[in-house]
């Protein structure tokens, strides 16, 4: 079993949808939690980042931690062709500790 | 925001050959660098986490005498991929942390094809 667990997608919305990811993970002393954003042959963007359990918005960009189930979420609203991408959930055991990432799921918005 | 830099985009070298890929963060000091490589349609795996002025750690099963890390500055790591190999070919990616931040910011990749 993998530490992190994300489903790879594709996921397919509709132009305008929310798009809701989540990542779940096995070991409960992660305590910081990051979404990137990954474009075809491209580096990873940062898109939240986040410590311990709570909700964090930011702009269209929703980001939910539940510690006591090991699962976190994103949520894109309004979301936008240019929205298409991978997405990535990754955590660590303290900040700035290296990075344990999910697999990524593919996420499609169509026009 | 913070941005990070990696040269070359693209290179192609011949089996046997060393290439080296540079990583430099352009706005702030990083006191902390990973590197990571990715294969098509799978997710980042770290190679090894290297610190400014100290030896760099290489996770389980990256062998430290293929792939050597340099840390030189606080806005430099290198990766020097020697011998390459066909089978080395892949995405490497490196990510930079500044001083008191948690937050790790990702270069765009270099793509290393062996032939």
Same mark, same amino acid.
């Given at each position: ?111 | ?12 070298? =011949?089996?046997?050959?060393?290439? =080296? ?33 100290? =030896? ?7 062998? =430290? ?51």
């Amino acid at each position: 079993q993998k530490e992190v667990e994300q489903d790879p997608g594709p996921l397919s919305v509709p132009e305008g949808a929310i798009v809701s990811l989540n990542c779940t993970y096995s070991n409960s002393a992660f305590q910081y939690f990051m979404w990137y954003r990954q474009y075809s042959r491209k580096g990873p963007e940062l898109l939240m980042y986040t410590y311990s359990s709570g909700n964090k918005e930011d702009g269209r960009f929703t980001a939910q931690v539940d510690k006591s189930s090991k699962y976190i979420s994103l949520f894109i609203r309004d979301s936008q062709p240019s929205d298409s991408a991978t997405y990535l959930c990754a955590m660590s055991l303290a900040a700035g500790n290296k990075l344990t990432f999910g697999g990524g799921t593919r996420v499609l918005v169509k026009p | 925001g913070a941005v990070v830099s990696q040269h070359p985009s693209w290179v192609i070298c =011949k089996s046997g050959t060393s290439v =080296k890929i540079e990583c430099r963060s352009l706005d702030f000091q990083a006191t902390t660098m990973f590197w990571y490589r990715q294969f098509p349609k799978q997710s980042l795996m770290l190679m090894a986490t290297s610190n400014e002025g100290s =030896k760099a750690t290489y996770e389980q099963g990256v062998e =430290k005498d293929k792939f050597l890390i340099n840390h030189a500055s606080l806005t430099l790591s290198t990766l020097t991929v020697t011998s390459a190999h066909p089978e080395d070919s892949s995405f490497y990616i490196c990510s930079a942390r500044g001083l008191d931040w948690g937050e790790q910011y990702f270069g765009p990749g270099t793509r290393l094809t062996v032939t």
